[in-house]
């Protein structure tokens, strides 16, 4: 980091980073939840979306680079910038309506319960015209 | 050491509920760059930027909070290192994991145009911005170089 020497913009890291495919998503198995997590720095709650289809949660956003700054300003930059998408199969049934998010610190958590699994009922048969 | 110092971190972050300090971990040491816990580390990406008054690095440093944040500058040497507090209860078992929640830890070398003792931090939402300001002209040592006549 000098202030001479121009620019020392290295352009092998942006495609680095690109390909670290953020956010970056953890899937833990909890017991009687489902816990993702995803790296989402910088990024407000407004500014991303969360989604669940069937057994798949779905979040989608963008993070923007600060328009004020120009390109020739950055001597380095390795953050990644732009739309984002990632989609993530559970390995079973949620509990749709009772899934909770918080962002907290640049990180987002998501509690997905478990559904219950549907108890299986016995028939009894009985014999009849005896 | 007296060229050593630790920078404060103001929090931009919204308030939200605090979590506790995990028992027997030390909070903060701002008198040493070693990090708190002997684990392993990762780099955070940057960003440096010129601005009018200096030069502004950005880090993405998700999942630490400001007291798990240590910014050092001793000599030359700027480091940072951030704690990552887990939001996944311990007995949670991993599916499927990207990334490692571990600690950030990265060093960067200071040219003599910042002014040391004016450099401030702030962190929100997960991202750690550090000013570095210019040193004035007047600020700049000049040493003299008298010439002895033999």
Known sequence: MSWGGGRSRDTALPVYAWRRAMPAVNVYDAGSDFVVTAELPGVRPDQFELTLTGDTLTLRGRRDPDPSIPDEAYRRQERPFGPWSRSINLPSRIAADQIRATLAQGVLTVILPKAEEVPTRQIRVTMSGD | ?150
């Open chain 2, 1 to 150: 050491m007296d060229d050593a110092h630790s920078i404060p971190v103001r929090s931009g972050e919204v308030a939200q509920s605090g979590r506790p300090e995990p028992a027997g971990l030390p909070a903060r040491r701002p008198s040493s760059g070693t990090p708190a816990r002997n684990l392993e580390v990762r780099s955070p990406l940057v960003d440096i930027h010129d601005t009018e008054a200096g030069l502004l690095l950005e880090a993405d440093v998700p999942g630490t909070s400001e007291q798990g944040l240590t910014i050092h500058v001793e000599h030359n040497v700027l480091s940072l290192h951030g704690r990552v507090e887990s939001t996944v209860p311990e007995s949670a078992k991993p599916l499927d994991q990207e990334y490692q929640p571990i600690d950030f830890q990265r060093s960067f070398i200071l040219s003599d145009e910042v002014d040391r003792s004016r450099i401030t931090a702030e962190l929100r939402n997960g991202v750690l911005r550090i000013w570095m300001p210019r040193a004035e002209r007047g600020q700049m040592r000049i040493i003299q170089v008298r010439a002895e006549d033999h």
